[in-house]
């Protein structure tokens, strides 16, 4: 499968400071890139995504950037505000489009 | 979207045993995807079910320890056989969501612990 990797691991921030979280991947041909969250004890649940055909996207307070001749692209998270504590996941969708490989996570925890 | 229903969403198991977990969707989907959480990690893809085929293991898994079934368009079933401790994770099956915008949708998850 895939090699999908993210850093930093684990990311605290005070609230009201911006958030960012890279993702790599090692399959040229992937062409959809979004990110999950997960709440503690909750499922993954998408936030935003982007496809290879735009270098950025933005809904709100988050945004997320690709840069597809590196290989990676990343979530971007400003205000932080307390309830965006979670562990976030990238999911490149890999060539054939069959499969989807999580990233390793990154802890995020927003002091108030 | 695409509402998925799992079960059971924890058990507790003693080593050796198995244990199916069942999933249905709300709406026919032609893939449906298994993954594993073990505690504090990220989620491993299993197995991908396609309706009236085998299904497709990911490296490091194999069919006799994680059989699948995939009867129809709406349901699939993981059984972990033969549990030891280590199987100890939490199970989410997931879907792509109608329009096969990428997005995956997720089961509420099973969490299994294996004595």
């Known amino acids: 499968g895939e090699n999908v990797e993210q850093h930093p691991s684990t990311l605290s921030v005070q609230e009201g400071d911006s958030a960012v979280i890279k993702c790599t991947y090692s399959?040229?041909?992937?062409?959809?890139f979004p990110w999950y969250k997960q709440e503690l004890g909750k499922r993954p649940q998408l936030i935003i995504d982007?496809?290879?055909?735009?270098g950025e996207k933005k809904d709100q307070r988050i945004a997320v950037t690709l840069n597809k001749t590196a290989k990676h692209f990343s979530l971007h998270i400003t205000e932080t505000q307390p309830e965006d504590s979670a562990v976030y996941f990238c999911?490149?969708?890999?060539?054939?489009?069959?499969?989807?490989?999580f990233g390793t996570g990154t802890s995020l925890t927003v002091i108030p | 979207s695409a509402v998925i229903s799992q079960k059971p969403s924890r058990d507790i198991c003693q080593r050796g045993t198995s244990l199916t977990i069942q999933c249905q969707v709300d709406s026919q989907v032609t893939m449906m995807f298994w993954y594993r959480q073990q505690p504090g990690q990220s989620l491993t893809l299993i197995a991908t079910?396609?309706?009236?085929?085998?299904?497709?293991?990911e490296s490091g898994f194999v069919i006799d320890k994680f059989p699948i079934s995939r009867p129809n368009l709406t349901f699939s079933t993981l059984t972990v056989s033969n549990m030891s401790p280590e199987d100890s994770s939490i199970y989410l099956c997931?879907?792509?969501?109608?329009?096969?915008?990428?997005?995956?949708?997720f089961g509420e998850g099973s969490r299994l612990t294996v004595l």
């Open positions: 999911a490149p969708q890999g060539s054939t489009g069959n499969q989807f490989y």
């Open positions: 079910a396609n309706q009236g085929s085998e299904a497709t293991y």
């Open positions: 399959d040229s041909a992937s062409n959809y």
């Open positions: 997931s879907v792509e969501g109608q329009k096969n915008t990428g997005e995956l949708f």
């Open positions: 982007i496809r290879s055909n735009v």
